[in-house]
């Protein structure tokens, strides 16, 4: 049974990225039509942080209020030396933050986010989503796409978005520029129940302990209910076509070292499962007439300044305000879209990859870190402003590097 | 024909903490007598940096006026980042340093400091002077000690100081605490003629050019009529029975990532002898009965803060300084003396690899200490004030870490 259907705006991903993306795109007067892999719409993981940038979007997207019901909004991030538990540095949510961002910070659970974008996007007229259809071929037709799936549907659209994520079947087809690139370290996460923390688990602050090739980030979520901890080290034992590496064992291995406080947290953190961590390189292009890419499928990023999902809410808005001011042309709506976005996501990319070598440093290369990060003030946001403060101009507002 | 010398003071070694030494003695009414290995007395390398801590000993001893004659008074000290002559931070030795340490930084020609310390120890009639005279063994006779040298000379004292220097012959029998630790970096150095320097060298600077695993250091000397350079890397070729490692083709390529000022320099340092750099970890000892250690021989370290002679400089005004206050009671003068001397030198030492190892940073740490170091002010002494503000009341007068 083959059926071709035809449709102006086809997203392929219904994670974060394609449910914001068939959301804004919607309320331009786009009809859309979003098709996931799996079974059912969901997401893996636990804890999602949204930075002003993002909670810009969302609050555009209309949502934001529903997200109130779900988010903690921390007081601060707080920097501690893992292995010392020296408290580094602080950056205070304040008002002084507010001032500067206007948008909130806030964590929340991954599928609060989803259920939330997800119900946005079931109660709109102009979206459909269909799940259970993986994508198995792309083909470009100049003025639209065609795509194909593992159980034989086609599609034939004006213009394709392709928020596929990190093994992107989109990004193959326009770039094939290869697989991502594996940087070596191995994260275990999950949220306990509130009262499984044994210790004042800090309520209103998100703890990121830092030390010689690890870190362990902590936070509550889900109004307070729930903790969620995220233990990340570099295995020492990688090999590229092994799964053998990056174990429990090596996890005990490298927090050995670490504060009892560290060490008591990660005993609660749950080993079922892990996720290796992958990036790209920042590439010149993603887009091929009316194919574009969107979020990780565009410019995966580890996740060390919390800023994947925050830059494809970013993306989902800015495509959105491409067509709109091109009325329509996707030719100039998409270029316009990757010339804006691909600078600035390259840029968070590689604060990415560079924050991830300033809390993973040891030696004196810490020791220098620690006397840095100490003299920096709570409310200084010298450092953060070109990113969290992008959302309120839909431009940087200062130039932090 | 075997001779044997009854003495009071005995010091073993001829360089700048030995002619100190007898100098310091000698001016507090103790007759000495010193023995130098080599058939004349003379310094090899070129410059020497005199810091407050160690110009205060030397004007103690009555020889800062000659020195005047001779050194060269920068007004600072810089250091620039090797790779991109980026300009990192001063050390001012203008009138707020002069104010803090009431002694001035001078650099001079270390042949130049170890002539006038000579002329001073012979023009006291309390000292004996003699070359060519090697130590092949000690013995320890409780109260005093005996030498002998490779000519069969025997020499019986009171009390010994060995003064002679990395591979001390007086450590080994006290101690006996195997070879000092190779840290597998070496050193390229010598003065040029002023009128060869091409550039304006900048008589008024001390330039400290720091950059991944080597660094480059230039100042002018003898009234400014020279000017010395040292180069300074770690060979990745290093290996212990040999030596053939440190070779000019390593510093060439070394050296090659460089700034081109760096590298403009570099073709001008003298490439027929190089230096292998050693040092010790602290000990907690270093005295026998009436046998002790002074300079190198006690405390080798590296010479990246410039404090090695200065070090033996502060050795000797305390040595003395402790056979005055002890009335001569040798006992009581050397232990007080290592008691004082050793937690000092020994943060000396470690200091100075710690300095090492923040100078010789890639990557994020050097990206990381540049923001730190462009932080600093260039009157602000909080790292110095503990070694430089040591001598005006022979302690500490400040704990900078």
Redesign the interface.
């Known amino acids: 049974m083959k059926q071709i259907h035809r449709i102006p705006f086809l997203i392929i991903g219904g994670g974060i990225g394609g449910l914001a993306t068939a959301l804004a795109l919607s309320k331009k007067g786009y009809p859309v039509h979003l098709v996931e892999r799996a079974h059912e719409f969901g997401e893996i993981g636990a804890g999602i942080q949204i930075a002003p940038n993002a909670s810009k979007v969302l609050d555009d997207l209309g949502v934001l209020d529903e997200i109130n019901k779900y988010a903690v909004y921390p007081r601060r991030l707080i920097l501690v030396d893992a292995l010392s538990d020296e408290h580094l540095t602080t950056l205070d949510f304040g008002e002084n933050f507010l001032r500067a961002y206007t948008y909130p910070y806030l964590v929340m659970h991954r599928n609060d986010l989803l259920t939330i974008l997800l119900n946005a996007c079931r109660q709109s007229d102009a979206i459909t989503l269909e799940a259970n259809r993986e994508v198995v071929a792309v083909d470009d037709l100049g003025d639209g796409a065609r795509i194909t799936c593992a159980d034989g549907t086609t599609y034939e659209c004006e213009a394709l978005i392709g928020a596929d994520g990190l093994r992107s079947v989109v990004r193959k087809y326009i770039l094939d520029d290869g697989e991502p690139v594996c940087v070596e370290f191995v994260a275990y996460r999950g949220a306990i129940p509130m009262e499984e923390v044994i210790e004042s688990a800090g309520l209103d602050t998100i703890r990121y302990w830092i030390g010689p090739d690890l870190h362990l980030i902590q936070y509550p979520l889900r109004r307070g209910e729930l903790y969620n901890q995220v233990a990340v080290f570099k295995s020492y034992h990688y090999c590229a076509d092994s799964d053998d590496w990056g174990t429990e064992n090596e996890l005990e291995e490298h927090f050995a070292r670490t504060h009892v406080s560290v060490r008591k947290a990660l005993a609660r953190v749950k080993r079922d499962r892990r996720w290796a961590l992958y990036d790209r390189p920042p590439t010149d292009n993603w887009t091929r007439h009316h194919i574009t890419l969107l979020g990780d499928s565009a410019h995966p990023m580890l996740q060390y300044i919390a800023q994947g999902a925050c830059q494809a809410l970013e993306d989902a808005a800015c495509l959105a305000d491409m067509l709109e001011g091109y009325e329509g042309d996707v030719d100039k709506a998409f270029l316009a879209y990757q010339e804006i976005r691909i600078p600035r996501t390259a840029r968070v990319q590689r604060t990415a990859r560079?924050f991830g070598?300033?809390i993973h440093?040891d030696?004196?290369?810490a020791?220098?870190?620690n006397?840095?990060l100490s003299?920096r003030a709570a409310d200084d946001y010298a450092y953060t402003d070109w990113f969290y403060g992008y959302s309120t101009e839909r431009k940087e507002i200062s130039d932090g590097h």
Chains 1, 2 share one sequence.
């Open positions: 560079l070598d300033i440093c030696g004196v290369g020791l220098m870190r006397v840095l003299q």
